[in-house]
């Protein structure tokens, strides 16, 4: 079975490198822009023609948030554009497109756990230039996999685990909002979900939408300082409001998602986001 992977350099994409060695029956392709474009829908339909994958992964995706206030066309031929290219190209050869997606295409103003059918209504570019690469899978992918996640984190890249790590270090008090409310997810636990799902859903037609994350529920400041604590770095977290912390980017106060759906079809156990942190942590020293 040929799986392509694209965007592999990124956080998610390389832990599904790590893990491929645990699927000796998988046969993987790791792509790039440098080895392959997907906002060029001649280069995206040549690559499939000639390498015929039977799934693609798409990690690829523009996740520069505040930036995309400012470039949102940019942010769209990315997440939503190139995803539209990957879907067709995908139907064409017969190949599954798992493609994931954000808590960001909700509002946020929730305060019970999001599930799949609720309605959406992103309130930065990114969000919508996310919303509307999920609406190119469903409508343009013969085969379908759409997986929203929350608060992405990993040894690899740039990411909120990393940063704090870093500030920590070399500050004596660092600011960090109380009043956003989620759950961080370790890359590494849902590449492997994506990895065990391929095999299931090739025996599937049509696409299907399923959230996930890690267990629990945190803020912003209290994943701060678990960061910190596990690292073992002194450093005051002071905790502050959205208001006193102006981004260009509107964030979600609450983004926690609702697993029922994906626990229930794959019947897998997702491991608590402390847990995971702990993991990643290690890795990191």
């Keep these: 079975m040929k799986i392509l992977v694209?965007?592999?350099?990124?956080?998610?994409?390389n832990e599904?490198?790590?893990?491929?060695?645990?699927?000796p029956d998988l046969?993987?392709?790791?792509?790039?822009?440098?080895?392959?474009?997907?906002t060029d829908i001649g280069k995206v339909e040549d690559f499939f023609s000639a390498n015929q994958p039977d799934a693609v992964?798409?990690?690829?995706?523009?996740?520069?948030?505040?930036?995309?206030?400012?470039?949102?066309?940019t942010a769209f031929l990315l997440n939503a554009t190139a995803v539209e290219y990957l879907a067709k190209s995908a139907t064409k050869i017969g190949a599954l497109l798992v493609h994931v997606s954000t808590d960001?295409?909700?509002?946020?103003?929730?305060?019970?756990?999001?599930?799949?059918?609720?309605?959406?209504?992103?309130?930065?570019?990114?969000?919508?230039?996310?919303?509307?690469?999920?609406?190119?899978?469903?409508?343009?992918?013969?085969?379908?996999?759409i997986l929203r996640t929350s608060w992405l984190y990993s040894s690899f890249g740039n990411n909120f685990v990393k940063t704090m790590v870093k500030y920590g270090s070399e500050r004596d008090e660092l600011n960090v909002v109380f009043d956003q409310v989620g759950t961080p997810t370790y890359a590494k636990d849902l590449a492997k979900v994506i990895l065990d799902a391929i095999p299931f859903e090739l025996q599937r037609s049509g696409t299907d939408l399923f959230h996930?994350?890690?267990?629990?529920?945190?803020?912003w400041y209290d994943f701060a300082k678990t960061i910190l604590a596990f690292s073992g770095i002194s450093c005051n977290i002071k905790p502050i409001l959205t208001k006193d912390y102006p981004l260009p980017a509107s964030r979600p106060c609450f983004s926690v998602l609702n697993k029922?759906?994906?626990?229930?079809?794959y019947k897998i156990k997702i491991p608590y986001w402390s847990d995971s942190l702990k993991d990643c942590i290690q890795r990191l020293k």
């Design 6 to 13: 694209t965007g592999s350099k990124g956080q998610l994409g």
């Design 16 to 23: 599904i490198r790590i893990l491929a060695e645990d699927y």
């Design 57 to 73: 992964v798409n990690c690829a995706a523009y996740t520069a948030v505040d930036k995309a206030e400012a470039d949102e066309s």
């Design 212 to 219: 996930y994350s890690n267990e629990g529920v945190t803020s």
């Design 27 to 38: 046969d993987f392709m790791f792509t790039d822009i440098d080895e392959l474009d997907i």
């Design 104 to 145: 960001y295409v909700f509002d946020g103003k929730s305060y019970l756990p999001y599930n799949e059918l609720e309605i959406t209504n992103p309130q930065s570019a990114y969000g919508r230039s996310k919303l509307a690469g999920e609406n190119a899978v469903l409508q343009f992918a013969a085969q379908g996999l």
């Design 260 to 265: 029922s759906k994906i626990k229930e079809m």
